[in-house]
């Protein structure tokens, strides 16, 4: 896996790979080769065996600011249509696509700025850990702007109207709190133990099985676009895959011959 990015830090621990925005003097806005080097990475980091579970988090003080307004937005209309196109396509797919269909979980730690195309990566994200001092918010209104691309249809289809029209008409900045009442984000904690809470909960999913947390995403994720009667069929093609996959059901076994038991929230092997 290519290790040289200009805009991104990665790291490898125990099964666990940290993924960070690596342009903290721009509150790690989103330039076009940011998305270039996380399209490329993301791609590479599915057929990753080492990496089990991934954190994806900002440099510094900040998660993201959103999208790098004097590169991303000024410069681009200089650009050739078919450089605009490539830039959009994978903007388009690492963070509605790719983030979702990665066998692997993803877990954002979020402190600082979350802004405007940062809240689609929050919510491609499996699970979301902030800070209580996170900020939130869809400014784009204030430019006389609106959020473009994927933003809108992705929040529009992930949040309530009444939460989500709140904050893109006023362009408001919305508190941790009030993300996680809202469901933008999973769980908010003290700072001082953001990085214990994140990373405990990203070891308890690097114990699990690969192919049970594989399973876990896919069905989640195709049973909100599918009709109940097709989710139930996907469903079981998953299970049955599962089944062949692992030759059997090990875990249910180990359970019933009482060798496995449910300990501390996480299933451990009883070698009394």
Not at 152 to 165: F, V
């Amino acid at each position: 896996m290519t290790e040289n990015y200009q805009t991104l830090l990665v790291s490898k621990d125990a099964g666990i790979t940290t993924i960070m925005f690596n342009r903290p003097e721009k509150r790690n806005a989103m330039s076009p080769l940011l998305h270039r080097e996380m399209y490329q990475l993301l791609t590479e980091i599915r057929y990753d065996k080492e990496t089990r579970v991934i954190i994806l988090t900002g440099a510094g003080d900040n998660f993201c600011a959103g999208q790098d307004l004097k590169q991303y937005g000024l410069e681009m209309e200089s650009q050739p249509e078919w450089v605009k196109d490539d830039i959009r396509e994978k903007v388009r797919k690492w963070r509605t696509e790719l983030l979702r269909t990665l066998p692997q979980p993803i877990i954002a730690r979020i402190t600082g700025w979350c802004l405007g195309g940062a809240l689609t990566v929050t919510v491609g994200c499996d699970v979301a850990i902030a800070s209580d001092d996170a900020k939130f918010g869809l400014p784009e209104v204030n430019f006389g702007h609106f959020p473009a691309g994927e933003t809108t249809p992705i929040l529009a289809n992930y949040l309530q109207a009444k939460h989500g029209l709140y904050y893109a008409l006023s362009g408001k900045i919305m508190s941790a709190q009030d993300a996680e009442r809202i469901g933008l984000i999973s769980k908010v904690v003290a700072r001082a133990e953001l990085d214990n809470e994140v990373n405990e909960f990203a070891r308890c999913l690097a114990e699990k099985s690969p192919l049970a947390l594989k399973a876990v995403k896919e069905a989640w994720y195709l049973s909100t676009c599918t009709a109940p009667e097709a989710s139930f069929a996907i469903s079981n093609f998953i299970s049955q895959r599962i089944v062949r996959d692992q030759g059997g059901r090990p875990g249910l076994e180990q359970f019933v011959q009482k060798k496995l038991r449910p300990v501390s929230e996480t299933m451990k092997i009883d070698k009394t």
